[in-house]
């Protein structure tokens, strides 16, 4: 009944919320200097996005009671991403083994939460986009995040590579 009554009222909103609440209670929020021009590229990377695909969204924010597409776009550029970018960061492991996990309960955890918001209709997919492409896109997403802070040309290399060859597979119009 309250993931109904959820559905309803935010979702997305309520899952920025979440990730805010665990960065303050981790400590998470202290150490967000070191990471700071990370979560800046991931920001800038959504924000980039939503320029280049104005008018060819591959996936879009559904209007609920208190967002519309744009200000949930908004909220998850500046509160959700960068919340998200710190939390991993800040508590990557040192072991090869628990890193390894760490990563894959991230992408199955931001895959979990698509999912719901997918499920409560806060988000719709376009333009051949569909789930698979957004677990496979948190699987890049999270393994560029960490190269970003340790390898940043190869990070940086990546996060190239990905938008161009999204924006030729999903045929994204660049000319108006």
């Avoid at 967002?67 to 960068?82: G, S």
């Avoid at 992408?107 to 997918?118: D, H, K, L, Q, R």
């Avoid at 896109?137 to 190869?154: G, S, V």
Wanted: charge should be positive; hydrophobic fraction near 55%; charged fraction near 10%.
């Amino acid at each position: 009944m309250f993931l109904l009554t959820l559905g309803a009222f935010s979702v997305i909103l309520f899952t920025n919320l979440i990730f805010v609440i665990t960065a303050i209670l981790t400590r998470a929020y202290r150490q967000w200097q070191k990471y700071y021009d990370v979560m800046l590229f991931v920001s800038f990377c959504n924000l980039l996005y939503n320029f280049i695909c104005k008018e060819h969204l591959n996936w879009a924010y559904n209007p609920d009671l208190l967002l519309t597409h744009k200000t949930a776009d908004i909220l998850n550029t500046f509160v959700l991403l960068p919340t998200t970018t710190l939390l991993y960061l800040c508590h990557f492991p040192t072991d090869k083994l628990k890193k390894v996990i760490y990563y894959l309960i991230w992408v199955t955890g931001f895959s979990a939460i698509e999912y719901i918001w997918f499920f409560f209709g806060r988000i719709t997919y376009h333009h051949g986009w569909n789930f698979v492409w957004s677990i496979g896109f948190y699987f890049l997403m999270f393994l560029t995040i960490r190269l970003l802070h340790t390898k940043r040309a190869i990070g940086l290399f990546i996060s190239l590579i990905s938008v161009v060859f999204l924006v030729i597979y999903f045929k994204v119009p660049l000319q108006e």
